[in-house]
Every structure is written in structure tokens, then in C-alpha cells.
């Protein structure tokens, strides 16, 4: 049982190239969600998916687009990739958006040189 | 005052011993709190959830929950070379979902 799967797990940039980082659930969840992990700073919510055609934002939005491709996949994209975007990225899902608890993929760590 | 407080560490303990965990919070809404265990490289991955003030016990962890004084503890009894990681304390309501910044522990053998 795969869970939350992200791609690719590490990745490095040039400043300005775009990306498009991709993850997939097979829990059949209806909520998933991205942040992002920076020392010290802990978790921030970048955008949120509650539910299959509906995307939000969240604390960090600036920057970064979202896609919610279908009930399994939910993407998430840098157009213009800037050094303060260096972190790692995590997606995560649940079975729906209020108080449940999230369940997280392993990461991508992402460097823009 | 930041949302969710949470003593960064790292805490080294010797194998055997009793681990005290804590978060502090400042929003009384909150009403479901989680920890979660990360290991380095690796997602958060879900230990306990729990709603109401009290204790909640599994295996070798034990959650406890305090809304009246906003504090929320996980205690790890025998801890084990394996239980090396970082622990994050995580709360909501609603929608809203916040994390701790982590706790790294080292369990030393």
C-alpha cells in the first residue's frame, strides 16, 4: 500500500526555470494538500484541495500554482523558481478537510541555485 | 506568541527511559491534536489522534491532552535506539490545521 506518493524526490534548479511537482493518493481521499518544511519554521500550508474541483489557498501561496488533476492527483507548480523557494516540499492527503488528520508522502527536496 | 510552541531540543536520552514531549498552544478552538514522528529524509507519519482532555494510550505511547491549561504531551515509556526521530505536535479545527515545529529526539543505545 503506497499511500501518498510525490515526485521526484529531489530535483535542482536554476533560478527562473519552471517545474511541476506531482503527487498521487490511493486512499481514496477527497482533501490533499501541500506544504512545505523549512528549519525551524515547521510545516506551512501552500495550497489545499478539500475536495476534487475545489483549490485553496494557504498560508504561502506566493510563488506556486496548484492542480487538482482528479480524486488521486494533485499537482503543484513553480513558474518562476526563486532561491527562497529551496526547500522540501510535502503533499499530504485526508478523507475530508475538517478534523481529520493528514496522511504525508516522503518529500522532494528541491534546491534553486 | 506563535500559534503552537514546541521545544526544538535535540533531547538525548538514554535507552530505557521514560520521554516527555511537549506543545504548548494559544488558540482555545482547537480541538483535535495529533503527533506525528518523522524520521530524517522521510514524511511525517502519523503516532496518535486524540479530541478530548485526557489520556490516550498505544503500545508504548501515551497522548495527553490539557485544554485548560493548552498544553499537550506525548510520553514514550521504554524508548528504543528505532524511536531517534523528530516529533511534531499538530492541532485544528475545521479547516485549520496547525504544526509544531518538531521536537528532535536521539535515543542513545
Known amino acids: 500500500n503506497a499511500g501518498v506518493t510525490q515526485t521526484p524526490k529531489f530535483q535542482v534548479l536554476k533560478t527562473g526555470q519552471s517545474m511541476t511537482l506531482q503527487c498521487a493518493q490511493d486512499?481514496?481521499?477527497?482533501?490533499m494538500y501541500w506544504y512545505r518544511q523549512d528549519p525551524g519554521m515547521g510545516l506551512r500550508l501552500i495550497y489545499y484541495s478539500a475536495s476534487e474541483g475545489t483549490t485553496d489557498k494557504g498560508e504561502v501561496p506566493n510563488g506556486y500554482n496548484v492542480s487538482r488533476l482528479n480524486k488521486r492527483e494533485f499537482s503543484l507548480r513553480l513558474e518562476s523558481a526563486a532561491p527562497s523557494q529551496t526547500s522540501v516540499y510535502f503533499c499530504a492527503s485526508s478523507e475530508v478537510s475538517v478534523n481529520q488528520p493528514q496522511h504525508f508522502g516522503d518529500g522532494t527536496r528541491l534546491s534553486i541555485l | 506568541q506563535k500559534e503552537v510552541e514546541q521545544d526544538p531540543g535535540p533531547l538525548s536520552v538514554p535507552e530505557g527511559a521514560i520521554v516527555s514531549l511537549n506543545c504548548t498552544y494559544s488558540n482555545s478552538a482547537f480541538q483535535y491534536f495529533m503527533w506525528y514522528r518523522q524520521y530524517s529524509r522521510k514524511g511525517p507519519e502519523l503516532l496518535m489522534y486524540?479530541?478530548?482532555?485526557g489520556n490516550k494510550e498505544d503500545g508504548r505511547f501515551t497522548a495527553q491532552v490539557d485544554k485548560s491549561s493548552k498544553y499537550i504531551s506525548l510520553f514514550i515509556r521504554d524508548s528504543q535506539p528505532s524511536d531517534s526521530a523528530t516529533y511534531l505536535c499538530a492541532m485544528n479545527y475545521g479547516q485549520n490545521f496547525v504544526f509544531g515545529p518538531g521536537t528532535r529526539l536521539s535515543v542513545l543505545p
Open positions: 486524540t479530541y478530548s482532555s
Open positions: 486512499m481514496n481521499h477527497n482533501s
